[in-house]
């Protein structure tokens, strides 16, 4: 089956710690994007990479960094130096032709 | 600056019971918008991309069009099952074309009342 895949699906952090997040696609997208959300706001682009070894913030970048070394694998890593990092987060991916972003099922990260 | 906001927050119905949703945005040269749908604890899951004002897409009991202004998710004779928030997001109007950003609204919470 071709699609996004997140890990893990929960994930505590302790405070000055450093966690990754994983996100893998197999739909040959060029495209990947992380997205947090929190309760009454909508998503929001953290970052994103159109091609492999390349990435741009997005418009909350601080506290995050990424990496794109291979073309199905976009993970994400939450710093100490985010202060506020209880949310949801969602990877998506697109296409280099379409438009239309496919997303993950999440993972849902909390303090302890 | 872009802004997507959609209407209302919530919206609880009867089973049965018809309405619609909306999404506004304003962003200069719209280069689509999409709605999803999205389960709680879930990712969202697309559902359409409209292009150009006047245009339609169906699917089951949920019917998108989209005006210059504005897109309207509409739903016919809901179910139980078609609860779930739905959100729409547009293409930055700043960004190339092969390198857009999604600007999301919050989504509608809607709810169906067996």
């Known amino acids: 089956d071709g699609g996004i895949t997140q890990s893990p699906k929960y994930l505590f952090r302790k405070e000055g710690q450093n966690v990754t997040l994983s996100c893998e696609q197999n739909?040959?997208?060029?495209?990947m994007y992380w997205y947090r959300q929190d309760p009454g706001q909508g998503l929001r682009l953290i970052y994103y990479s159109q091609i492999v070894n390349d990435f741009q913030k997005g418009d909350i970048a601080e506290g995050y960094s990424v990496s794109r070394e291979k073309k199905e694998s976009f993970p994400l890593t939450v710093t100490s130096a985010q202060k506020n990092p209880t949310a949801f987060y969602l990877c998506a991916s697109r296409s280099r032709v379409g438009e239309t972003q496919y997303f993950g099922p999440g993972t849902r990260l909390l303090v302890l | 600056e872009d802004q997507v906001t959609q209407s209302p927050e919530a919206l609880r119905l009867q089973e049965g019971e018809s309405s619609s949703l909306n999404c506004s945005y304003t962003v200069s040269g719209l280069r689509g918008l999409f709605w999803y749908r999205q389960d709680p604890g879930k990712g969202p899951e697309f559902l359409f991309t409209?292009?150009?004002a006047g245009e339609e897409k169906e699917k089951e009991r949920l019917k998108a069009t989209l005006t210059k202004k504005e897109s309207f998710l509409h739903i016919t004779a809901p179910k139980p099952e078609d609860s779930a928030t739905y959100l729409c997001a547009v293409p930055d109007g700043g960004s190339n074309f092969g390198n857009e950003k999604l600007t999301f609204g919050t989504g509608t919470r809607l709810t169906i009342i067996p």
């Open positions: 409209l292009y150009s």
């Open positions: 739909l040959n997208h060029d495209a």
